[in-house]
């Protein structure tokens, strides 16, 4: 296949298989470009790129720019702090504005859940999704399974543990469909009560016990608790929630193998993850910042290449 | 559709030979050169001059880089299908070297142009030659000429020249198909 089966990536579910075959086979290629003494191609220097973000990001927001560049595209940024937005005006609004300055594709971040597949829906544009509230975050689920088939040769078969508040994350569930669809075996891990009750429908396992789910994985994806989204107390402190879904070098050593460590950033360094565990060998995480602009420039070089001229 | 042989595996072979020996004339033990194989199908070709200069003619150690244009290419969506990258493999700096790039066939010389830009990607070579098995003429749509060609063929458009590898397609041979 050398063709996306899709003109947005709204979502890892409207993916197939090979889709993801591809953007790996691609960013293999631009990680290659991105590692010579000139780190830039020419190939999109007829495309503008619109980034939208309407709910803060750092590590996405500079992955993206950075992958656009590199890619000669030109870049336009927005942020939702500073702009109409606040004035009242609607979406699909400011977007269609934003078209008529002849852009190409828009990559966008939104707190509302399904942002991406309405605005795919109603603008003549490649949209890209860069985080849509509590429901998909298709580039981060790409640059984790690139990591692990970087790091363990392949993704089928392995056993991947997603650790923390999987209630409140698009991570989570992009990976969960990311990791099935190339044929890992997926259990969550974390407190009742940010365990979604449908879970189990998705085909992924509950063990709330960390010890024996890292018994079990090959990989473990440590992830935030995000706080910003709590509207309840969803446990009783910050120091138990350690106690209980903190992975630490004792707890690493406990276990009869070596198993890799992830997080999708940004850390809560002594809640989530220790330090000694988050700079040490095991863990991945600066390789999977390194992947992303990889991954992303994959992603926008094939949406790209399927515009019409 | 109808095809004619252009060169058997006997004239490759000296064909091969004779590029071999204009390379040394020029290059002498190769301490300030390096071989660029052109992707996709350049690379067979640098390949076999490579072992050949090598094994038959005692120089050692001829370095050599496979190069993949595809980001470079001036036709992105111009075409139906997304162009698929190839594997880059350069494992030197080409910084004050001299680099020949080699590729099976020449012809409207936007692959080579390509390349040109490409290659500046892995630093500033102090000169560029062109080494090429087959030399469409009349075809060019950029002033590029290659400084070693193999065989000369006088081809129109609708005649395509395919160049077959032993180890990629089961025999030496360069055929001139016609759709």
């Given amino acids: 296949m050398s063709e996306l089966s899709v003109d947005h990536l709204l979502g890892i579910k409207y993916l197939k298989a090979e889709d993801i075959e591809l953007i790996f086979e691609t960013a293999d290629h631009f990680k290659e470009v991105i590692n010579r003494p000139i780190k830039k191609v020419p190939s999109l220097r007829d495309i503008t790129i619109a980034n939208l973000f309407f709910e803060n990001s750092t590590r996405t927001k500079l992955s993206f720019e950075l992958a656009e560049k590199r890619l000669s595209a030109d870049v336009i940024n927005f942020s939702a702090s500073q702009s109409s937005v606040k004035k009242g005006e609607t979406l699909i609004d400011t977007v269609n504005n934003i078209l008529s300055m002849k852009v190409d594709m828009v990559v966008m971040r939104h707190p509302n859940p399904g942002a991406g597949i309405f605005l795919s829906k109603h603008v003549n544009a490649s949209i890209v999704n860069a985080g849509d509230g509590a429901h998909e975050h298709p580039t981060q689920a790409l640059l984790d399974s690139y990591s692990i088939r970087e790091k363990l040769g392949t993704v089928a078969g392995k056993k991947v543990v997603i650790v923390g508040d999987i209630l409140h994350s698009r991570v989570a569930l992009s990976n969960i469909f990311a990791l099935q669809l190339q044929g890992a075996e997926v259990k969550v891990c974390g407190p009742q009560t940010l365990i979604p009750k449908y879970i189990t429908s998705l085909g992924v396992t509950v063990e709330p016990n960390l010890k024996k789910a890292l018994e079990w994985c090959d990989v473990a994806n440590m992830l935030r608790v995000q706080n910003e989204r709590m509207d309840i107390s969803y446990f009783p402190s910050t120091r138990e929630y350690t106690q209980q879904y903190g992975v630490n070098r004792a707890l690493l050593e406990s276990l009869d193998k070596e198993i890799v460590i992830m997080h999708p950033g940004p850390i809560n360094r002594g809640v989530e993850i220790t330090s000694d565990v988050a700079d040490s060998g095991q863990a991945i995480i600066l390789n999977q910042v390194e992947n992303g602009v990889a991954i992303r420039m994959a992603v926008i070089y094939l949406l790209a290449s399927k515009i019409k001229q | ?179």
């Fill in chain 2, 1 to 179: 559709m109808s095809q004619k042989v252009l060169l058997s595996a006997k004239e490759i072979d000296i064909i091969l030979h004779r590029l071999a020996c204009q390379l040394i004339e020029n290059h002498h033990d190769f301490r300030e050169t390096v071989l660029i194989g052109i992707q996709p199908r350049g690379v067979f070709l640098a390949e076999r001059l490579k072992r050949l200069l090598e094994n038959d003619y005692g120089i050692e150690q001829v370095r050599l880089g496979y190069l993949d244009i595809t980001f470079f290419r001036d036709d992105f969506r111009r075409g139906e299908k997304t162009l698929e990258a190839n594997k880059t493999r350069i494992d030197f700096l080409v910084e004050d070297k001299k680099v020949v790039f080699i590729d099976d066939v020449l012809y409207t010389g936007r692959s080579i142009r390509s390349a040109l830009t490409a290659i500046q990607s892995f630093g500033r070579p102090s000169e560029i030659e062109l080494l090429t098995l087959i030399d469409r003429r009349f075809s060019r749509h950029l002033p590029i000429q290659p400084d070693y060609r193999g065989r000369q063929v006088d081809a129109i458009n609708e005649e395509r020249v395919l160049v077959m590898w032993q180890e990629n397609d089961g025999e030496d041979k360069v055929y001139m198909v016609k759709q």
